[in-house]
């Protein structure tokens, strides 16, 4: 499995620290507002690669923080006269909501920062002790930039340039640094902010040791893959590895990546422009599904453009895999000879091992650092060999097999394509009348099998002294 890897730039050969397991850490959501499309692409990206890794085997440990303490959300919290708690228990749970409608899978571990103050506490205590960082006269404390050797070693840049472009920091109240480049890793309260209490100053975490903490602490120092979108390359994740790396004195993590940004109609997607969605705005006007198949149908390293002719051509592309897996599906309850059609012809046989060569071009698309439009593009081609290999000549035990390949690799993608289908009344009825037939001709056998087919689409039959009667489970 070959990842591009931000700190090399270049793909990499994927080694694990521990064999079989991953410890993966994304960068998670400021919990303001309802999360907006540009942050839906980071938890569809990396939910996908969790995703693979699990059906390559691997046992992952993913660890997604909220950050629940931040200007925003205290500026939220003053306009609503409420506590800054509210505002973020309010958008984690709206969040997760998100999450939910558009198939990313809960993390393993879903950190918040205010419940991690002891950790980031200790951190900054030990990195004090090792000459990393000091407190200032207000009690600021500020992390020693120029103390760590590897700075701009994962944004690729250098130190001098830095500190032109940071020259102006001096002179807008920051004076109390000994260097522009260094930043804040503890400041003080301000009236009416949720603070605690620490050695240096009452007052709240900088964002950046936030992660270093709640990575150590969920994954340990060194980690396997550690993510996000590519805003945070510079300066966060620069941060968090000086601050990791100066205060375990090990290699942080191994794989960094990070996801291109998603812009609405070629713009980028701002508030004031008045191009902003929610996921929430989206999901009235779309199919969260077809807003799933849209972020893959692009690499998660390509600019995305949001636009309505590509939310359509995506619709079209999820309807097709839908509409296949409907079609098996009616061939599945429809083929004669139902169970004991099971049996696999030699002739089936050879189209089962043709259909594979299609799962393992979606394998190696995804072994390319995570190629998920080739991988779609695998997928489609399957859908068309199924579409044209199967029929109602087919045995039942062919039809399953295609049927459980499209759906296993849609899968890896969080694709749900097996939908509930709506069962009509008539429907039932009819099939009720074919099982009392049956009933009459003693063909018990074929009476169950019928039972059993109205079970799996959530048809419960009830047998009474007045007749059949069946509701919807
Ligand atoms: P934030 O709440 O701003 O820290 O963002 C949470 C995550 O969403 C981070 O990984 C960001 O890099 C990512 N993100 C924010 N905006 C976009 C966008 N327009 N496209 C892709 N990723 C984004
Ligand atoms: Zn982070």
Not at 130 to 143: I, L, R
Not at 188 to 206: F, N, T
Request: proline share 3%.
């Amino acid at each position: 499995m070959k990842i591009y890897n931000t700190l090399s730039k270049r793909k990499e050969e994927f080694i694990p620290l521990e064999e079989g397991k991953v410890k993966m850490y994304v960068c998670g959501p400021t919990v303001y507002n309802l999360i907006h499309i540009g942050n839906a692409r980071p938890m569809i990206v990396f939910d996908t690669v969790r995703r693979y890794m699990e059906h390559k085997g691997y046992e992952v440990n993913f660890v997604s923080n909220f950050t629940d303490v931040d200007d925003k959300i205290i500026k939220k919290a003053v306009e609503e006269g409420v506590d800054s708690s509210v505002i973020s228990e309010r958008y984690i749970e709206e969040c997760k909501k998100d999450m939910e409608a558009m198939n990313v899978r809960p993390a393993t571990t879903h950190p918040k920062a205010t419940q991690e103050i002891d950790g980031m506490l200790e951190m900054i205590e030990t990195l004090i002790r090792k000459g990393h960082a000091y407190a200032a006269q207000d009690g600021t404390v500020y992390f020693r930039t120029r103390s760590f050797q590897g700075y701009g070693k994962l944004s690729h840049k250098n130190l001098d340039d830095l500190q032109g472009g940071n020259r102006s920091l001096l002179v807008t109240g920051e004076d109390q640094k000994e260097d522009p480049l260094d930043f804040v890793l503890w400041k003080p309260k301000k009236e009416g902010e949720p603070y605690w209490e620490a050695p240096w100053c009452d007052g709240r975490p900088g964002w950046h040791i936030e992660c270093s903490v709640m990575s150590k602490k969920y994954l340990g120092d060194e980690i396997d893959i550690h993510a996000g979108g590519e805003d945070l390359v510079f300066p966060h994740h620069e941060n968090e590895i000086a601050q990791s790396e100066a205060a375990n004195e090990r290699p942080f993590s191994r794989y960094w990546m990070h996801n291109a940004f998603l812009n609405i109609d070629n713009r980028k997607m701002s508030k004031s422009v008045g191009n902003f969605f929610t996921v929430r705005d989206i999901g009235k006007r779309y199919d969260l599904q077809v807003f799933r198949f849209f972020m893959l149908s692009a690499h998660y390293r390509s600019p995305l453009n949001f636009s309505a002719e590509l939310m359509e051509a995506a619709a079209n592309g999820y309807d097709r895999i839908v509409t296949s897996v409907s079609n098996l599906n009616y061939l599945i309850r429809n083929v004669s000879g139902g169970e004991d059609g099971a049996e696999i012809s030699g002739r089936e046989e050879e189209l089962l091992k043709e259909a594979e060569g299609f799962a393992r071009k979606f394998d190696e698309a995804m072994e390319d650092d995570f190629n998920t439009a080739d991988a779609i593009a695998a997928i489609f081609e399957l859908v068309k060999f199924a579409n044209t290999n199967a029929s109602s000549a087919s045995g039942i035990g062919f039809l399953k097999a295609l049927k459980d390949e499209i759906v296993t690799l849609s899968d890896i993608c969080g694709l749900i394509v097996d939908k509930k289908e709506e069962i009509l009344d008539s429907e039932i009825e009819a099939l009720i009348d074919e099982r009392q037939a049956a009933r009459k001709e003693k063909n018990f056998k074929q009476a169950d099998e019928i039972r059993n087919q109205l079970l799996e689409r959530g048809i419960v039959l009830e047998d009474t002294r007045e007749g059949v009667k069946w509701k919807r489970a």
